[in-house]
């Protein structure tokens, strides 16, 4: 397969792309014109909630604690098959955005039981040949790792299909204890954790304490805190402390501008508050950072199509995130550019520029795994 007169991130001119085998095999400059397309490595989303996905409550959210009341009763509602048919529509929407790896938190708690964790894995296996589905067995408010049940759930959950384990830390009696456990846990089943945490900027500050215990453990590289809209109004030498353990941790922080915006310090007057972490500080510091779609159309966030080019151009303004590196990598994955020999997970977006391409998020896109096109016919079939 040949893709002609592609502009690529980071170089000048237009080329021509040569894939076979699942891999890119060549990139020369091309001769057959102006290019008016841009060619990127494929997008992978590390932050969703799939079994969540366009399950709306009966008003609007007042402010994340409403949000959380409300979605206990739709939890309790939702059925198996609802639940699948929501994780399908989410995961179509993503592969059509040029999305080809995600991962996606699945509540586990005793007002679900199984369902989220059943129908996200019949889901995941309807769309294997499309994506890379990584699922977290998130452990709600309603099941604390530190107790005897909440242990053997979350284990039982990873024996269930589970690739991940993580909880919403500020939402258990003890946070400090009940991430340690998580923690204690991902050591014991051989398996990474994904932390919700410091979402509320005014919430106690919790981060420093959890990658204290991530580089007391030695578990560089294997924990993900996500949201930490705390650390932008901690005081500055204890943001400055924490972020410099962070990057000693090599933990991932992954930002989620469109939720935390949509929820950070709602009232009856305009925020004050941008509802993001401290990203500039944090990828100068060597974190790696990374944007997420986060919720999808539900009781959370009642708006977003699951598009990572979104959670960039939000990035962008709100975090005044201007390289387009940073960005890429903050989408997909660490990876920034198109090169000779990667994997074929590529996205051909109808724009001249990365910055017309986040501006204008232009649709339908051209979407390769593994160097086999993923059209829109076959997500459709799904």
């Excluded at 020369?28 to 008016?36: E, N, R, Y």
């Excluded at 509540?107 to 989220?116: F, H, M, R, S």
């Excluded at 106690?204 to 959890?210: I, N, V």
């Excluded at 993900?224 to 109004?233: D, I, K, P, V, Y």
Aim: overall charge negative.
């Amino acid at each position: 397969m040949r893709i002609e007169c592609v502009v690529l991130p980071g170089a000048k001119g237009a080329f021509d792309v040569d894939i076979a085998g699942g891999s890119i095999q060549s990139i020369t400059p091309s001769l057959s014109g102006d290019p008016v397309r841009l060619l990127l490595p494929a997008f992978v989303d590390l932050h969703m909630h799939a079994d969540r996905a366009y399950a709306q409550g009966p008003r609007a959210a007042r402010s994340l604690e409403d949000a959380v009341e409300q979605v206990e009763a739709v939890k309790r509602a939702a059925t198996e098959e609802d639940i699948f048919g929501r994780a399908c529509k989410l995961f179509r929407r993503a592969s059509a955005h040029g999305t080809t790896g995600l991962r996606t938190h699945v509540d586990i708690d005793p007002v679900v039981g199984w369902k989220p964790l059943n129908a996200v894995t019949r889901a995941r296996r309807q769309f294997e040949e499309v994506l890379d589905v990584s699922i977290v067995a998130f452990a709600t408010a309603h099941l604390d790792p530190r107790s005897a049940a909440g242990r053997r759930t979350v284990a039982e959950a990873v024996a269930g299909g589970a690739d991940m384990i993580g909880t919403v830390v500020p939402f258990h009696e003890d946070p400090i204890a009940s991430s340690n456990a998580i923690l204690d846990l991902a050591e014991e089943l051989g398996v990474d954790a994904d932390f919700h945490i410091d979402e509320k900027g005014e919430s106690q500050f919790l981060l420093e304490e959890l990658t204290d215990a991530c580089l007391s453990r030695k578990m560089h590289g294997r924990v993900t805190a996500s949201h930490c809209c705390a650390l932008a109004t901690a005081p500055p030498e204890d943001a400055a402390r924490t972020i410099a353990k962070l990057a000693e941790a090599r933990m991932t922080v992954i930002a989620l501008p469109a939720l935390n915006l949509h929820l950070q310090d709602r009232g009856i007057i305009t925020p004050r508050r941008r509802g993001i972490a401290p990203v500039r500080e944090m990828l100068d510091a060597g974190v790696p950072v990374r944007f997420g779609s986060d919720n999808v159309m539900d009781v959370f966030y009642p708006y977003g199509d699951a598009d990572p080019l979104e959670a960039a151009f939000l990035a962008s303004i709100t975090g005044h995130v201007d390289d387009e590196t940073a960005l890429l990598r903050g989408v997909c994955n660490g990876r920034s550019r198109v090169e000779e020999g990667m994997v074929a997970n590529l996205v051909v977006v109808e724009a001249a520029s990365w910055n017309e391409a986040i501006a204008r998020r232009p649709l339908p896109r051209t979407v390769l795994r593994r160097g086999r096109r993923v059209t829109e016919e076959e997500n459709d079939q799904r």
